[in-house]
Each structure stands twice: as C-alpha cells, then as structure tokens.
C-alpha cells in the first residue's frame, strides 16, 4: 500500500527524527517559559537529543550500553554501585535514580523486559548492594 517511491522512504525514514527534533523545539520555545534556561537545554541536549540521534541512526535497538546477558549487564550495574555511588555517598551523595524501569520500544536500558516478565538484574546481587548502602548510611548518620 506504499505509494512513495523507495528514495522517497529512504529520506523519511533518515531526516524524520530530526524533524521531528526541529518541531519539538520551535513548540516548546513557543510555549514552555524558560525553555532556553541552561538548565533546560542541558536536560535536552543529555535526554533528548541522544534518542533523537539514535532515531537516525540505529537500526533496532537503544541504549546507553548494550549487555549480552543477564550476568553482564549485573556484574557492570555492580561496577557501576562499588566505583560510583557507594563511594560518593562518603562526599554527600544522597539519591541515585534509575529513571527507566522496563524496557520501551526500541529502548532497551529498562531493569525489566518490555513485557515486564523478565527480570534482567540478578535480584540477590541487587539486593546485596541494596544492604552495602543500607549499612554505609547507617555508619554516616
């Protein structure tokens, strides 16, 4: 049912992400106060726009990593707890939020599948860093 030629589809499907950027941006500079702020514009240029990009470029698949396996994706998300957060608790970090829970669309950096039947994080290890902060809070306060 497709009646735009191929290369017609090829430039669509390559520049619609952008335009679709383009549109979300004038909207907003129309209607959102302070959407040039720096604040605002780095939240776009971190959250946004790398989606975006993405749109343009990938085939399948999105994601700041990408891990094989579920004992993969545990052991760098532990990394990330012993190198990064629980050191930085000491200097005065008091959150970190994992803002994507399961998986989305062609996003694939949720905690969960998609369908949310699958749990990609091994629980017990999770719940071993879980008690690291507990106990490091604990030695702080």
């Not at 335009?19 to 959102?32: I, M, Y």
């Not at 702020?37 to 399948?60: D, F, R």
């Not at 998300?77 to 803002?99: D, F, H, M």
């Amino acid at each position: 049912m497709n009646k735009l030629r191929p290369e017609t589809m090829e430039r669509v499907q390559k520049y619609s992400a952008a335009a679709l950027l383009l549109v979300f941006v004038l909207f907003n500079s129309l209607f959102t106060p302070n959407f040039f702020k720096l604040q605002n514009l780095s939240n776009i240029l971190t959250q946004i726009t790398p989606i975006v990009l993405c749109g343009m470029a990938c085939e399948k698949e999105f994601g700041y990593q990408f891990y094989r396996s579920s004992q993969e994706l545990t052991e760098n998300y532990r990394r990330l707890w012993q190198q990064e957060i629980l050191p930085n608790v000491k200097n005065g970090l008091c959150s970190a939020i994992y803002t994507q829970t399961s998986d989305v669309e062609e996003e694939v950096n949720g905690l969960m599948t998609y369908d949310r039947a699958v749990d990609k994080l091994d629980a017990a290890a999770v719940q071993q860093l879980n008690r690291q902060l507990d106990a490091l809070f604990a030695e702080l306060t």
